[in-house]
């Protein structure tokens, strides 16, 4: 397996997870997206660190305001959301998986199970 070069160092463990479940259906550009995956699930578990934090809202001075960490969780949620369709880890992929397969275990469900 070879990381894409915009991979993040500190989301690499994260790709290799998600490149694990999926390497049997990888096709070409996959692992582009899935390095994207993994950087904005980096990206989230940082601002959402922030948000826990300091909060929602930043208080100076002479102004309130909106804290960046907010919009930066807001806009990989749904990046997070998209590609994991993509690749069948939300709820939804999973079960038109195993609609596609009858009563196999997929294994994202076999890796949560330990």
Do not use: C, Q
């Amino acid at each position: 397996m070879k990381k894409p070069g915009h991979l993040y160092k500190e989301a690499g463990p994260m790709y290799e997870k998600l490149y694990s479940l999926v390497e049997n259906g990888i096709r070409d550009g996959d692992e582009n997206l899935l390095a994207v995956l993994a950087n904005a699930y980096w990206d989230y578990r940082k601002a959402s660190e922030v948000l826990s934090g300091r909060g929602p809202v930043l208080a100076g001075e002479t102004m309130v305001r909106k804290n960046p960490a907010f919009d930066i969780v807001k806009d990989t949620v749904k990046i997070i959301e998209s590609l994991s369709g993509h690749f069948g880890f939300s709820p939804k992929a999973r079960n038109e998986k195993m609609d596609l397969k009858g009563e196999e275990k997929d294994k994202l469900d076999a890796l949560m199970d330990g």
